[in-house]
């Protein structure tokens, strides 16, 4: 009687700290879209900010931002996944293994403006990269690389190992194995850690003001060449993101609709991760389904 009363009381309590966190999530997004939602319109979405006079819009911080996003992932998810498949699949139960998983735990503790100063003096600095979307994203992958490196590792590991076995038995090889039933398997793992990752691309600011830079060239959307100065694909030009263009208006701007403009770039970019979000969970889903020949949702 006393489990079952335990049990009872345990659950309880489980589920009010569930809706503790339900309800602060909801409160924050809430505040967040009910005082900025009213401020979005395709002016301020298709418009260049302004520096003096109110009415500007983040037409190019909301694209940088998506740029970055998508550099940053194409560098960091070739490393994690290696490292990933290294860990899970290859690597011994070793000092070296140790020393690898104690080197990704203290990279994911580092804070965004220590990684920023680092990327200031080895991208902007030594390489001569200067403030620019390629230093942002190099900076970025420091961010990237320990939480997706831990969660395509417990992707892999989820994995049941019946799978591996039966791969081995139809006489594959064990990179085969991994790469035709393995990974398609932890697919869904895979991609929570890319969620997860992106997120934090978006919210990233203190890494970005030393890397990308705080304010962005003139970009021309026509120009498909990459290498002039006026592209939006140069990767060498500065580039203000959402994060960062939130955090100068609130502390340097001195446009009449600072308060405005704030709340709307906050908006759009809670926006911006949800749509982020699920999008990625349906593709993934999709891939799922099409790789593993599942029909489960």
């Known amino acids: 009687m006393h489990a079952k009363r335990n049990d009872k009381i345990a659950t309880v309590f489980i589920y009010i700290f569930v809706a503790i966190v339900i309800c602060i999530l909801a409160g924050i997004l809430g505040e967040i879209l009910i005082t900025g939602l009213p401020h979005l319109s395709w002016h301020f979405l298709s418009s260049s900010a302004s520096s003096f006079q109110a009415g500007g819009g983040v037409r190019d911080q909301l694209f940088n931002s998506i740029y970055l996003l998508i550099l940053t ?83 892999l590991e989820g994995v049941p190992q019946s799978q591996r076995e039966a791969g081995q038995a139809l006489g594959l090889s064990n990179w085969k194995t991994i ?4 990974l398609p398997a932890a697919l869904p793992g895979i991609l929570t850690g890319i969620v997860l990752s992106a997120g934090r691309v978006f919210g990233e600011a203190a890494a970005l003001i030393y890397t990308a830079g705080q304010s962005g060239s003139t970009i021309d959307y026509s120009n498909w060449n990459a290498f002039s100065p006026t592209s939006f694909l140069n990767v060498m030009r500065p580039a203000e993101t959402l994060a960062v263009h939130i955090w100068k208006v609130n502390t340097e701007g001195i446009i009449p609709d600072a308060t405005i403009v704030s709340a709307a770039t906050s908006a759009l970019l809670v926006i911006v991760v949800i749509i982020f979000n699920f999008g990625a969970r349906a593709l993934g889903n999709m891939l799922y389904r099409k790789l593993t020949a599942s029909n489960t949702k």
């Open 179 to 182: 790469r035709g039933i393995v």
């Open 73 to 155: 992932i194409a560098i960091s998810l070739p490393i994690a996944l290696g490292a990933a498949i290294y860990l899970s699949e290859y690597a011994k139960d070793n000092w070296i293994t140790n020393t690898i998983r104690t080197s990704i735990e203290i990279l994911s503790s580092l804070p965004s403006i220590v990684v920023g100063l680092f990327g200031y003096l080895l991208f902007v600095i030594q390489f001569n990269l200067g403030f620019s979307i390629i230093s942002g994203a190099l900076a970025l992958t420091f961010f990237n690389l320990p939480i997706l490196t831990s969660n395509i590792e417990q992707a």
